[in-house]
């Protein structure tokens, strides 16, 4: 009955955003409560060390199920990017937004996640454990992506004093970085709202689930109903 009203108060946190410095908080928030926004990030086994548990940081961030959605040419694909982008704005319009500014946000949106997948490494290079094994002191790693910064998410996290991280693919985190500075803070609030809201969706109501069943599991799956 409350549709994505119960949204109101994390749509707002998004909203405040000023610029940069304000995204670790929100991406924390995010991968606690719904989805992986920006890169994966877990905690697991350090494959090296197996009496250890270490912070894992890979990419991710993508809104699709692999990189080859952005760009192969086939006529499936291309027809699922076109019905992707359609379900973006339609779930912005859901958000509350009018019809052009969904469209356009849904455009950028797209042009984000494309970025984001143009540095991510194709599926068959990350089966190699040890080039996606890149472990690096705490240090580094904010080094790395010195507009991110790392300590805030790790401390909304609850994470406290991380020493070392393994991150499986470093240039897509150093391509992140750009990325922070070179999309304006609107498209960030428009990626991170729809990140937040695609995986409740299914918390939410008919309108909602239906609007991401439609694409999620009818369009990429063939699943009617």
Not at 53 to 63: A, E, H, P, W
Not at 72 to 95: A, G, Y
Not at 163 to 171: A, L, R
Not at 203 to 217: A, C, G, I, P
Request: charged residues 30%; positive net charge.
């Amino acid at each position: 009955k409350n549709g994505v009203a119960d949204l109101k108060d994390a749509f707002g946190m998004i909203d405040k955003m000023k610029d940069v410095k304000d995204i670790p908080k929100v991406v924390a928030y995010i991968h606690a409560v719904s989805s992986s926004p920006l890169f994966g990030f877990g905690v697991g086994q350090d494959d090296k060390n197996s009496t250890k548990n270490v912070v894992f940081i890979f990419q991710g961030g993508l809104s699709l199920p692999d990189r080859r959605y952005y760009f192969d040419e086939d006529e499936r694909t291309v027809k699922i990017r076109e019905k992707f982008i359609q379900h973006v704005s339609n779930m912005f319009l859901i958000m509350g937004y009018d019809t052009i500014k969904a469209k356009q946000s849904a455009e950028n949106f797209m042009k984000l996640e494309t970025a984001l997948a143009k540095t991510s490494r194709k599926r068959e290079d990350t089966r190699d454990p040890l080039k996606n094994y890149n472990k690096m002191p705490f240090d580094e790693l904010v080094k790395l992506t010195r507009n991110f910064n790392w300590k805030t998410f790790m401390d909304e996290c609850g994470l406290h004093n991380v020493d070392s991280v393994v991150v499986g693919q470093p240039e897509f985190l150093t391509a992140l970085n750009g990325y922070l500075n070179n999309f304006q803070i609107t498209n960030w609030k428009n990626y991170f709202k729809f990140h937040l809201m695609r995986r409740l969706a299914s918390y939410l109501d008919d309108k909602t689930f239906n609007e991401s069943f439609s694409f999620y599991t009818t369009v990429l799956r063939g699943v009617p109903e």
